[in-house]
């Protein structure tokens, strides 16, 4: 089972409708879950941070974070055009003493005009 | 705003020959971080660094890889003998807090060409 499962898209969706991505992780003592997005040939850039089960907005995006299923979503409300990127889940699991940064493969968003 | 810088944005090398990758973390940031992304496939954590020390180190870390902080801003990573198979963008990223938080800020990345 992989670590920091992500559908690899690409998810297509018309401008202003709302986007929803999904992420699957398989370490249960995962405590701390982020979104990035990534334009083409640039570096992964943070949209939000969930610690919490339940919801977090910032603006257009609403994360959702579901221990139980291991499982956490972003949503994108009113997307546009400039949305368009890969969106990476990530995943703080435990390490040896610290914590282990892990990427999903990221999904591919596309919003069309 | 303060960022994360890395330097060069492109190195082109032959096979064995050693590189210096190298990155300034945010300034009042703790942690720092590598990670490489071959083309077309997921970031990868390479290693953790804190306190001077490795945190943690992934199995793509082997003894060809190092971390050093040579002074108090700049955070370097070598690869001693490169292999074609380390061509790939490395990225450096820094944060702030403790504990599991760790929200992390990413350098534009450098792009290794190993010929």
């Known amino acids: 089972q992989k670590e920091v499962e992500q559908n690899s898209g690409p998810l297509s969706v018309p401008e202003g409708a709302i986007a929803s991505l999904n992420c699957t992780y398989s370490?249960?003592?995962?405590?701390?879950f982020f979104w990035y997005r990534q334009y083409s040939g640039k570096s992964p850039e943070l949209i939000m941070s969930?610690?919490?089960?339940g919801d977090k907005e910032d603006g257009r995006f609403t994360a959702q974070l579901n221990k139980a299923s291991q499982y956490v979503s972003l949503l994108i409300r009113d997307s546009q055009p400039s949305d368009s990127a890969t969106y990476l889940c990530?995943?703080?699991?435990?390490?040896?003493?610290?914590?282990?940064?892990?990427f999903g493969r990221g999904t591919s968003l596309i919003v069309h005009p | 705003e303060p960022e994360v810088t890395q330097t060069p944005s492109h190195q082109v090398t032959q096979m064995g020959q050693e590189v210096i990758l190298r990155c300034v973390p945010i300034?009042?940031?703790?942690?720092f971080y590598w990670y490489r992304q071959i083309l077309g496939q997921k970031v990868e954590f390479l290693v953790s660094?804190?306190?001077?020390?490795?945190?943690?180190k992934s199995e793509i870390f082997d003894d060809q890889f190092s971390v050093e902080r040579p002074d108090g801003s700049n955070f370097t990573l070598k690869i001693r003998s490169t292999k074609l198979e380390d061509s790939a963008m490395y990225f450096c990223?820094?944060?702030?807090?403790?504990?599991?938080?760790?929200?992390?800020?990413f350098g534009p990345g450098t792009r290794l060409t190993v010929l």
């Open positions: 990223a820094s944060s702030q807090e403790s504990g599991s938080a760790h929200e992390q800020f």
């Open positions: 370490d249960r003592g995962s405590q701390s």
């Open positions: 969930i610690y919490s089960n």
């Open positions: 990530a995943v703080n699991k435990r390490g040896g003493g610290s914590y282990i940064p892990t």
């Open positions: 300034s009042n940031h703790l942690y």
């Open positions: 660094f804190y306190n001077n020390e490795i945190s943690e």
